[in-house]
Every structure is written in structure tokens, then in C-alpha cells.
């Protein structure tokens, strides 16, 4: 498949009548430690698109965090980014809304930039990074400075992007408190991080990430450390600032009920890997791949039978200086076929309707993956190179009936 740029890519992307406003190929970002690497990222693809929200969701430590900071080249050392593409399309005309006011039309072909090949502290990517691109970071009291306040920090970031006095851009903060709901937003644009409640801060946070109005707004964890009422607010706030700005978000979380509540398309990222991507009932109501079967379970539910045990993900995620060969989750999935699981790792590929996945439970993902079986009798795999894979067999009846059963529960 050709890329926005006209150069060719590794991905399969699933059809789209849409141009992405951000299209990630085969990002790596890896960290170079003293006492290993650490491959943080390790080939994660996906699509944003205007005015929709792309849910990222994956356990702690699958590389949800880093590939934003990847995005807005904010890698710290000794991190640095070592393949991949982050493609941009441009803003090259305006359109007028019906409400009169002036809107943005976004195309994408000739003019995308990727964002790999900027210098990462250079004008352009500084143009971009709170420009194009708005980061609301995950914790908000050690995100701003502790020694300048917060009107401070949002008329710097206003000045930064937009030809403004000092007064004009202490207005535009004190408008921007206002519009994500602080109140007596006058008096609080001088006070300091430390004064704020939680709630406040994070709308602070909000609004500084809005203050060169970006076309893309990514939320990292932006409920964390909430109480549940505070969390439906900024989620609500969010949703509004969606619907009036017509800005893309991309949302970091752990948590499913805000995917469920918040997202239109869904990534499931395992150990630095995309293993499942699709629309958000897809990936709720006929879940692909083990791993994201497995997140579902362990939602608890209402209707569960009292005194029972919430289901788990056996295991942990392992060791980043000890990552396994072959597909990252097989240490852990209940489908884990030895000597294919362990030795090859699957490609992600389309398996449905809108849905991609990376495991070999589906023919087309053997496929993509060089990975075929010999004389169509599903007893023994073989590379495309022609290399035998001992020992490879599809799932048990008994597998592929849990597997069955753990869809229908959905």
C-alpha cells in the first residue's frame, strides 16, 4: 500500500472513503538503556480522523503514553524514534460554516508531513506540537510549573502560537477558563497549580492544550485520580468541545466504560504492539483477539452471580528486557499454539467488516503474516520462505469452543 507521502508502507490498512487527519505506520520508538533495550513502541499503525475519537486501551505499560509523546516528539533520552511514519495532512483552505464562522478543510496528498523526519526541537515541529497537535497530559499537578500560574502558562502558550498582546491573550485565557468551565475564572487565571482542586486543574489543563484552538487533541489518562462525578464532567466537556470545534481526539486509558462511553474506533495495544483495531461496538460486541476478549471479562458486571470471582489476565506482562519471540501475548493466551504462537508474530490484518487483528486464530492474518498450511490440512504451518513450523496446529475443539463462548458473552 502506498503512503500519504507516495512512499510505500509495510501496513494493510482496511479501505476508507476518508483521508486521516493523522496516519501512523509502523512506529518504533525504543529506548537504549545501560542495561538493555527497551522497545516501548514497537511497530504500532492506526488512523485518527477528523472530528471522531480514537480509543487507545491496553494495560499499564503497553506503550499507550509513549506513542503520544512519540507523535508529539517529546521522547525523553534515552528514548528516541527509529522507524516508522507520523503523517500530518495540512491545512491548506478554509471553508465557511452555517453558522457563518470560519472553518478548517483539511485534504491530505502532497501537502502531509511527517512528523519522524522534523527536528524534534526545530520551528516547525515547535509550530505544531500545542499548534496542530494539543496534549492534555496525565497529571496535571506536575504538569505545570509550580512557581507560575496557571494564566501565566496559558496566555505563554496563546503567545506562543498566536500574534497577541499581553492583554489580548490574558482575555483569551480568562475565555478559554470560561469555556471549560471554571468558574470565577477571572480571579483564578492568578493562581497557582497548588490552589486548584483536581477538577480544576485538569480543566486548566484543558484549556491550555485549546489555546491555539489544535486540529487534534490528545488525552492522556485525563480522569485519573478523579472522583467519578468529576470524571463524567470532563468527559462531557470534552465531548461538547468536540462537537463545537469539530477537533479530533485520541484518548488514552485503561479504563473500558470511558472507551465505551467516549470512543468511535478502538486500538488495543499490547506490549508496544497494535493487536486489535476497529469501531468501538465491534470491538465490544465480537472482540477478535484473545487479549481484548480477555480485557472484557474482566469488566465487573451488574448481573454477575454474587460471591463470584472477577475474572483475570493469568500472568503479567513480561519483562521489557525479556520480551518473548513470536506473538507478545502468547505467555498469557488461553488459544497459545506452540510452535507458531512462539516462533512468528502475527501480522496485523483486516478479519472483518471494519475490524483488524494480529493473531493466527484467523486465516488472513496467517497470510499476511508469510504463514500458510501445507496441502490445506490445518495439521502442520509453513513459512513462505519454506520453512517448517514443527508442531504448529490450529486451536483445540475445546479451544475454539472457549473462544466461541467468550464472544457470545459480549
Known sequence: MKGLLGTSTSDSRLPTSDSPLLAVRDLRTYFFQDDGLVKAVDGASFDVFAGRTLGIVGESGCGKSVTARSILRIVDRPGRIVGGQILLQQEDETAR????????????????????????DGAEMRAINGGEIGLIFQEPMTS???????????????????????????LRAIELLRLVGVP???????????????????????????????????????????????QSQILNLLLDLQERNGMAIMLITHDLGVIAEMADDVVVMYLGRVVEEGPVDDIF??????????????????????????????????????????????????????????????????????????????????????VESEAGDGKTARRQD???????????PAVATSTSRAQDSF
Not at 460554516?97 to 524534534?120: F, I, M, P, S
Not at 504462537?341 to 487483528?357: D, F, Y
Not at 519454506?386 to 483445540?396: E, Y
Request: net charge positive; proline share 10%; charged share 20%.
Open 97 to 120: 460554516r452555517q453558522d457563518g464562522k470560519t472553518a478548517r478543510r483539511r485534504q491530505v496528498g502532497e501537502g502531509a508531513v511527517d512528523l519522524v523526519k522534523l527536528k524534534a
Open 144 to 170: 505545570f510549573s509550580p512557581v507560575h500560574t496557571v494564566g501565566n502558562q496559558i496566555v505563554e502558550a496563546i503567545r506562543l502560537h498566536r500574534t497577541m498582546s499581553p492583554k489580548a491573550a490574558r
Open 386 to 396: 519454506g520453512k517448517g513450523i514443527v508442531g504448529a496446529t490450529p486451536a483445540s
Open 285 to 370: 460486541h465480537a472482540p477478535k483477539h484473545p487479549y481484548t476478549r480477555a480485557l472484557l471479562r474482566s469488566i465487573p458486571s451488574v448481573d454477575s452471580p454474587p460471591r463470584r470471582k472477577l475474572p483475570t489476565i493469568s500472568g503479567s506482562i513480561p519483562h521489557p528486557y525479556n520480551r518473548p519471540s513470536g506473538c507478545p501475548f502468547h505467555t498469557r493466551c488461553p488459544d497459545f499454539m506452540p510452535g507458531l504462537c512462539n516462533v512468528v508474530e502475527p501480522a496485523l490484518a483486516p478479519v472483518g467488516a471494519g475490524q483488524m487483528a494480529a493473531c493466527f486464530l484467523y486465516p488472513e492474518v496467517r497470510a499476511a503474516s508469510g
Open 184 to 230: 470565577r475564572a477571572e480571579g483564578r487565571v492568578d493562581e497557582y497549580a497548588h490552589q486548584l482542586s483536581g477538577g480544576l486543574r485538569q480543566r486548566a489543563m484543558i484549556a491550555m492544550a485549546l489555546a491555539a484552538d489544535p486540529r487534534l487533541l490528545i488525552a492522556d489518562e485525563p480522569t485519573t485520580a478523579l472522583d467519578v462525578t468529576t
